[in-house]
């Protein structure tokens, strides 16, 4: 089985820093893209960024500037780095992985999710 497991969650100040990680384990033949969403009660699930084989790195207008994806050369971890956070960017955060997993087979994965709290 695949597992996600996200770490660096927490509470932090506005105009603060906080840094997130994923780590992927499991039957994974290739990653195809790795990649970042958040969600609030009662809202749409939305991508923050995400980056794929092609090189494609994406951001979220709302975050632009202020978040940087990254991954380790193995495509086992991907981080994100949040700078100049606001209130705003308060959410559970999940880590998302399109993988294959067997011959001509690609799922969709993703972790528990570490919440993001940015409050005075």
């Known amino acids: 089985q695949v597992e996600l497991v996200e770490s660096g969650g927490g509470l932090v100040q506005p105009g603060g820093s906080l840094s997130l990680s994923c780590e992927v384990s499991?039957?994974?033949?290739?990653?195809?893209?790795m990649g970042w969403y958040r969600q609030v009660p009662g809202k749409e699930r939305e991508l923050v960024a995400t980056?794929?084989?092609?090189?494609?790195?994406n951001y979220a207008d709302s975050v632009k500037g202020r978040f940087t994806i990254s991954r380790d050369n193995a495509w086992n971890t991907v981080y994100l780095e949040m700078k100049s956070l606001k209130p705003e960017d308060t959410a559970l955060y999940y880590c998302?992985?399109?993988?294959?997993?067997?011959?001509?087979?690609?799922?969709?994965?993703w972790g528990q999710g570490t919440q993001v709290t940015v409050s005075s």
């Open positions: 499991g039957s994974i033949f290739r990653v195809v893209s």
């Open positions: 980056l794929n084989r092609g090189g494609a790195i």
């Open positions: 998302n992985v399109r993988a294959y997993f067997a011959v001509s087979r690609w799922d969709e994965f």
